[in-house]
C-alpha cells in the first residue's frame, strides 16, 4: 500500500516511523516532511494546505492512502474535497464539518452542551456584542479564560487574573489581535486542576482509545512562561487509574462519538480529548481533531498495533473488530527547542551528535537537510523519546541525550514530570 502523510512536525516523524513498521505499508511519501521523514520515505515539497497540488501527487504516485497529521488542511476540508475528487480513496481525519470541533471553539462548547458532556461554563461575544461582554467579565470570578473561536496556532487562549485586563483582552481580541480566528471570542469559566490527554481513532459509530498522556506546554520550568507547542510528554500518565479512565470513557468517550453519529457527521479519523481532573472528575478543556504534538512521539511508541491495519479499519468502518495493544513500559519525550522560542529565533543551526544518541528514539520536528548536513528548521526541533519502567526512568535516558545532542541556542526543559510525584 502506498500512503502519503501529510505534515512536517516531530507528530509525523512519529507516525512516519510507526507506519513504516507495517508489512501493509509498501511505500511511503511525506509532504512536505523534515530531515527525520526522510530517511523513512520520501519527501515532498508541497503545501498540504494546496488540495489540487496533494490531488496531483496521489494521482502520478498512485497513492493508496492519505493520513493527515496537522489540524488546518482538516478544517479548511481536505476530506471533503477528496471526497469529490476520489471517492474511493481512504483519507483518515474528519470531515470538514467534524474538524470544527478544532475549528471552533464555539461549535465544540455548543456540541458538548447539546451532548451533555462536561465542560466549563462559557459564553460567546463578537464585535456586535462587545459590551456585553465586558459587562459579563465583571460578573465573573477571576481567573478569566478567553479564546478566539478559530485556529490560532496555539496562541488563541488568554487566561487573565484582572478584570480590567480581561476587558482590555477582549477589546483586542474582537479588534483582530488574532485575525479571523478572534473575530468570535469564547469566555469561559476556569477550572483548577491537573492536564491530560486522551486520544480515540473513531469510524464514526466505534471507537478505540490509544494510550494516554499528559503534555507540558509552557516553555520555563515549573510551567512558567509562554505557551509553546509542547516541551514534552510523558505516557502512561500515573493519576489516571482505571476509575479515572472509566469516568472518561462513559461520560466524554462515548457521548462525543455517539453525537458525532447523531449529527450525520463523517468522522474517519482521531479525536484528541483535552482534560482536566477537578475533584476527582473529567472536563472537557478542548478537542482537537487529529494527534496532539508531543504526545504523539510517546503515543505511537507504545502502540504495538499494526498502524495501517488499524487505519483501514477506520475506513472500512469495521474499528469494532480491533483491539488496541498497549507497550506497558513508560515512554517520555524532552524536545529540544531553539533559543528564543515561542518568541523571535534562528534557523539553519547546524545539528550534530544525532548519531551518539543511544536508548532513545529521535523524533525530528523542525528540520532539514542541508549542504552543512541537518540543520534547525523551526521552533521545536528535535523529540527525544524513551522507554523505561516508569516515566522518571525513562527521563533519564531522554535527558542524557538531551546533551548529547547539540545545536547552537539549544534549550529544553529538565523538569518534564515535575508535577506527577
Known amino acids: 500500500m502506498k500512503i502519503l502523510l501529510l505534515g512536517s512536525g516531530g507528530r509525523e516523524h512519529a507516525l512516519a516511523w510507526k507506519l513504516r513498521q507495517s508489512p501493509l505499508c509498501t511505500a511511503l511519501w511525506i509532504a512536505p516532511g523534515n530531515a527525520g521523514t526522510a530517511e523513512l520515505g520520501t519527501n515532498i515539497a508541497l503545501d498540504p494546505n494546496d488540495f489540487p497540488a496533494v490531488a496531483d501527487l496521489v494521482q502520478r504516485e498512485g497513492i493508496d492512502m492519505v493520513l493527515v497529521g496537522p489540524e488546518e488542511p482538516l478544517v479548511r476540508g481536505i476530506y471533503d474535497y477528496f471526497q469529490v475528487h476520489f471517492p474511493n480513496l481512504p483519507v483518515i481525519g474528519p470531515s470538514q464539518v467534524g474538524a470544527q470541533l478544532e475549528g471552533s471553539k464555539a461549535f465544540a462548547k455548543e456540541f ?15 464585535a456586535a456584542t462587545l459590551q456585553a461582554g465586558l459587562d459579563y467579565i465583571l460578573t465573573q470570578t477571576p481567573p478569566i479564560v478567553l479564546k478566539a473561536d478559530g485556529l490560532a496556532a496555539g496562541k488563541g487562549v488568554v487566561i487573565l487574573d484582572d478584570l480590567a485586563a480581561a476587558q482590555a483582552e477582549l477589546r483586542d481580541m474582537l479588534s483582530g489581535k488574532f485575525g479571523a480566528a478572534s473575530a468570535k471570542v469564547v469566555i469561559e469559566q476556569f477550572l483548577s486542576g491537573i492536564e491530560f490527554s486522551v486520544f480515540a481513532l473513531t469510524d464514526g459509530k466505534d471507537y478505540l482509545i490509544l494510550p494516554e498522556a499528559k503534555d507540558y506546554k509552557r516553555v520555563g520550568e515549573a510551567d512558567s512562561g509562554p505557551n509553546t507547542g509542547g516541551m514534552g510528554a510523558v505516557s502512561p500518565v500515573p493519576f489516571v487509574d482505571e476509575a ?38 473529567p472536563f472537557v478543556i478542548e478537542y482537537n481533531c487529529r494527534l496532539g504534538d508531543p504526545e504523539t512521539e510517546v503515543v505511537m511508541p507504545r502502540l504495538q498495533n499494526d498502524l495501517v491495519e488499524l487505519l483501514q479499519a477506520t475506513h472500512e468502518g469495521i474499528l469494532s473488530q480491533q483491539q488496541i495493544v498497549m507497550d506497558p513500559r513508560s515512554a517520555a519525550t524532552i524536545i529540544l527547542v531553539s533559543g528564543g522560542y515561542p518568541g523571535d529565533y534562528e534557523k539553519g543551526k547546524v545539528i550534530s551528535g544525532l548519531t551518539a544518541v543511544k536508548d532513545s528514539m529521535v523524533f525530528h520536528a523542525g528540520t532539514k537537510n542541508s549542504s552543512d548536513g541537518i540543520v534547525t528548521n523551526g521552533g521545536r526541533v528535535i523529540a527525544l523519546t524513551s522507554f523505561g519502567d516508569n516515566f522518571d526512568e525513562a527521563l533519564v535516558f531522554s535527558n542524557r541525550n538531551a546533551e548529547v545532542v547539540k545545536f547552537e541556542g539549544k534549550y529544553y526543559r529538565r523538569d518534564i514530570g515535575f508535577d506527577l510525584h
Open 112 to 126: 458538548m452542551l447539546e451532548m451533555g458532556i462536561p465542560t466549563a461554563a462559557y459564553r460567546e461575544f463578537t
Open 244 to 281: 479515572l479512565m472509566k469516568k472518561v470513557e462513559e461520560t466524554i468517550i462515548k457521548p462525543t462519538i455517539a453525537g458525532i453519529a447523531k449529527r450525520g457527521i463523517v468522522y474517519k479519523g482521531f479525536v484528541f480529548f483535552g482534560l482536566i481532573k477537578v475533584g476527582g472528575e
